[in-house]
């Protein structure tokens, strides 16, 4: 108990960095901060000092708490006790992305133009992905995380089947996105937002097929 109470008050410190650091930089910021960026890493969208500058940083708090607050509602709480470490890992990962992404905003606002934001955004994207695909074979029958799908949420058989193929497809879709991060141009990103949509929708039909086959067995 005492470690897990550790854990989470490491990853709340982690998540309240980019609250920090956004007080103490807040007068220097311009009017119009960057809220998005393209493919190609442009900015194509601005979005209002105030009140983005602080709506931002304060994802990275929420959702750790939303994340935390789900397995308490969800049916099948007791199972969440069988995957704590590889749930806390999902939850790690995407506080880090979401402060990353906190930071990337808050050095371009500055004036720091240097940093090539759309490969490091794909960069983490693909890290994130290789952690999903690792824990995802772990993670037991619920309704909140996971490939939520009408058959697996039917059958534990097809839950289990489907997310461990899942996870062999997001680990290696993981490490092809990595790689495809530091190669620019349109034909990479298409493949790289190709290979998202695959590993999406392989999972989906894949439940579909065994639990046609469940029923008629």
């Not at 934001?117 to 695909?133: A, E, P, S």
């Not at 824990?135 to 909140?144: A, E, I, Q, R, S």
Request: glycine share 6%; proline share 6%; charged share 15%.
């Amino acid at each position: 108990m005492k470690e897990s109470k550790l854990k989470y008050l490491v990853l709340y410190a982690i998540a309240v960095l980019p609250l920090i650091i956004t007080l103490i930089v807040y007068d220097k910021l311009p009017n119009q901060i960057p809220m998005h960026w393209n493919a190609m890493g442009e900015i194509d969208s601005y979005g209002a000092k105030m009140p983005y500058a602080f709506l931002l940083p304060l994802i990275p708090i929420l959702a750790p708490i939303m994340m935390q607050l789900l397995p308490k509602i969800d049916p099948k709480k007791n199972n969440y006790k069988d995957f704590e470490g590889s749930y806390f890992a999902i939850i790690l990962a995407s506080v880090l992305v979401f402060v990353s992404l906190n930071f990337i905003t808050l050095t371009t606002a500055l004036g720091n133009n240097t940093m090539k934001v759309d490969v490091f955004v794909k960069l983490m994207m693909g890290v994130l992905f290789v952690v999903i695909g690792n824990v995802m074979p772990k993670l037991k029958h619920n309704y909140f995380v996971g490939v939520k799908t009408p058959w697996t949420l039917s059958s534990e058989q097809v839950w289990y089947k489907t997310h461990r193929l899942s996870g062999v497809l997001w680990f290696i879709a993981g490490f092809l996105m990595i790689g495809l991060s530091f190669i620019g141009g349109s034909i990479s990103a298409a493949l790289y937002f190709g290979i998202i949509m695959a590993v999406s929708f392989c999972p989906v039909i894949y439940s579909y097929i065994l639990y046609k086959k469940e029923i008629k067995g």
